[in-house]
T-cell receptor
Framework: EAQVTQNPRYLITVTGKKLTVTCSQN?????MSWYRQDPGLGLRQIYY???????DKGDVPEGYKVSRKEKRNFPLILESPSPNQTSLYFC???????????FGPGTRLTVT | GENVEQHPSTLSVQEGDSAVIKCTYS??????FPWYKQELGKGPQLIID?????GEKKDQRIAVTLNKTAKHFSLHITETQPEDSAVYFC??????????FGTGTRLQVFP
């Protein structure tokens, strides 16, 4: 089944404790992206990747890191999480460019 | 940069009625306008999109219209059903790298 998977789905952590949210797609898509969703703010892009070893900042990149060593994986890294990073995170992928993005099921992160 | 405004934030309709959600964008160079539907507990899913060289596109009960002069586009859902209840997001893009999303509309369809 073609899909985007994220792990974990739920995570509660404390301020400053490094964490990684994994994202994987099995559709051989070139484009991958991370978004955060907050009430009243919609979806905001954190980072995106046009292809392996190519990443770029979205609209809200502060406090996040990403890497794209393999085509199928695009992990999101929070080196020192803070409470303002409490949010619902979505990974997405598309065959080429940002058109027709497929979204993962989301990761709900709480930072206390 | 691009900015997308979406209205209304909530919309309640009776089953069988029509629903309309409107978005405006700021960058006149925008040329791609998708709509995503997000059901409870799931990620957004693309339901329809339109490019700037087309004024209207229809897919069964869903249609999108684009007015480039006024810089706004709308989603129209006819004969609404309870399964249409979800959060809908519009988006716009003026380049090949990323989308800018609206803030979402929560649609409730009452039986």
């Amino acid at each position: 089944e073609a899909q985007v998977t994220q792990n974990p789905r739920y995570l509660i952590t404390v301020t400053g404790k490094k964490l990684t949210v994994t994202c994987s797609q099995n559709m051989n898509h070139e484009y991958m992206s991370w978004y955060r969703q907050d009430p009243g703010l919609g979806l905001r892009q954190i980072y995106y990747s046009m292809n392996v070893e190519v990443t770029d900042k979205g609209d809200v990149p502060e406090g996040y890191k990403v890497s794209r060593k393999e085509k199928r994986n695009f992990p999101l890294i929070l080196e020192s999480p803070s409470p303002n990073q409490t949010s619902l995170y979505f990974c997405a992928s598309s065959l080429r460019g940002f058109h027709e993005q497929y979204f993962g099921p989301g990761t709900r992160l709480t930072v206390t | 940069g691009e900015n997308v405004e979406q209205h209304p934030s909530t919309l309640s309709v009776q089953e069988g009625d029509s629903a309309v959600i409107k978005c405006t964008y700021s960058d006149s160079a925008s040329n791609y306008f998708p709509w995503y539907k997000q059901e409870l507990g799931k990620g957004p899913q693309l339901i329809i999109d339109i490019r700037s060289n087309v004024g209207e596109k229809k897919d069964q009960r869903i249609a999108v219209t684009l007015n480039k002069t006024a810089k706004h586009f709308s989603l129209h859902i006819t004969e609404t059903q309870p399964e249409d209840s979800a959060v809908y997001f519009c988006a716009a893009s003026a380049n090949t790298d990323k989308l800018i999303f609206g803030t979402g509309t929560r649609l409730q369809v009452f039986p």
